[in-house]
């Protein structure tokens, strides 16, 4: 099939302007009623060949869309038949009885356990004061991850001196698990909220400021040296033109942090908590109310990836030069 | 009248490990004056840009020193102890814009907040510097792209924000690192006509480096030829194919002239002696 070139006598047709001087892809194509081997095609023949020529010339491609970077493309549509694939999957196995409620209960029932516990509450709290609870956990940490950990991280990038001081303390508890320091933290600061803010806090900042402190050090010099030529101060080349090129990075080391906050958050609320998510899983998994361990994570899952959305929505508002200079 | 002067400077950068102390410029010495568009020509490693560098003051010279009007340059701060030239100690300074051959630019900032970006750290008022980065974004010819994001601009349009943005800040001196070799023919071209007329008219102190011996000898009033190992000015020749240009306006005619040809042999020899030597 001869899709992308005009015969001849499909040009002598075309009107005789400067903009009809060039092939246009809008024309009709050109119809075909022989096939390969010289015999006429029927009219439904010839229109399945005609709508196959028109798939074929499809929409523009730009460059590298197909011979580029393997995977490059929408994947959305194939991500949202996955998601319900998986969500049939578990439908099947669990209303056929192949796999038992307390290993797995249906999503029926889970989502029926989810209004349950919305309207009377698990465990002495109803799912909305669990959320709040771990909610203000998380986000208190991040606003205090961020507060300190960026400028921190800034510094660190910035200053021989201050990279001296703290690098060998955060290197040094940075991987360690936070569940080898949560007896010290509650041994330090109590079994109230301070110590859960403060072991979310703790496994948060570490990205946070090495994310920021990799910022600083992505920013170019040509752009700082530039800076000095225009007359900057130091402390203006700092704020005017590293905090920019750090953002970038910055907001990757956030994210990353939120990610570490909530598996964080279940450890924090194996002590003495009353309320929270984390907690109302634990204690549904000690009583082996599995639908209520399942309605559990899938709502940290839920909001977690919202989130995660929302920041990267931020991103494409706050850096949208990211990765194009 | 200021003056750049460069006396006796040498840069030794310390061995790498296992090597032995590269010497980068060797007992450079030069004037540039007011009015001089000096073009600085030679093989690679032969310390065109460790020159520039000086000048602008990022680096500081293992020896000798450099002085812009009343001012040592130095690439460090410290207290100059027991010299009596220069009262003052100045590092990199707005009285020397530079222009990078990869533009330097802040893609967080638009065409125009770039332009004025020196300005407004020195605490101009918006209405002024709007206006004098209005003023040289009309000069390079990007009057209509004001709010255009930098990375919405093509490779000649950034560098001719990168000239403006180095002009609004009006600098004593220009140091060019050279600006237009990532740019095509048709582009350079333009931008060198750009910058005579920019030189002509601002009698700018201009300090340009160039692998491109057609820019050099179109554009200088004094060339430097450089050799490597050690990095040293072999060369000084004086020029006016700029004048011929400027009155000209033709490039090609200059170019095909029997003294340009001439020269251009002539500053090739020495080159191609230096690489076959290296």
Known sequence: MTSNSLPMDALSEMPESAEATKPSIKKPAPAVTTSSNGRELTPFAQMIVRQLNKLQKGSPVASGEYYGQPGAGDSRIIALFSTLFFIGLWALVTETGMVRPLFLPSPVDVVARMVDITLDGFSGATLGQHLAASLGRIFGSFALACLIGIPLGVAIGCSRVMRGIFDPLIEFYRPLPPLAYLPLVIIWMGIDESSKIMLIFLAMLAPVVLSA?????????????????????????????????????????????????????VAAEMVAAERGIGFMVLNASEFLVTDVVIAGIVIIGVIAYLFDMLMRYMETKLVPWKGQI | MNKLKI???????????????????????????QGDLVVALGASGCGKTTLLNLIAGFIRPTDGYLTLGDSRIEGYPRVAVGLDIGDEVTGPGADRGVVFQKHALLPWLNVIENTEFGLKLQGVDKQERRERAAKFLKLVGLEDFHQHKIYQLSGGMQQRVGIARALTNDPQMLLLDEPLGALDALTRESLQELLLDVWRETHKMMFFITHDVDEALLLATRLIVMSPRPGRITHEFELNFNQQFLET??????????EFIAMREKILAIIHGDEIAA
Do not use: C
Not at chain 2, 249 to 258: D, E, I, L, T, Y
């Open chain 1, 213 to 265: 402190r990799a910022g600083v050090s992505s920013v170019k010099i040509e752009q700082i040296q530039v800076a000095y030529s225009m007359g900057a101060s130091r402390w203006q080349v700092v704020t005017q033109v590293i905090l920019h090129g750090a953002l970038p990075d910055i907001l990757t080391g956030m994210r990353i942090a939120i990610g570490f906050g909530w598996t964080t958050l």
């Open chain 2, 249 to 258: 306006r033709n490039a090609r005619q200059v170019k095909s002239s029997p």
């Open chain 2, 7 to 33: 006396h006796d400077v040498s840069v030794v950068y310390p061995a790498a490990q296992g090597g032995d102390p590269v010497t980068a410029l060797n007992e450079v010495n030069l004037t540039i004056e």
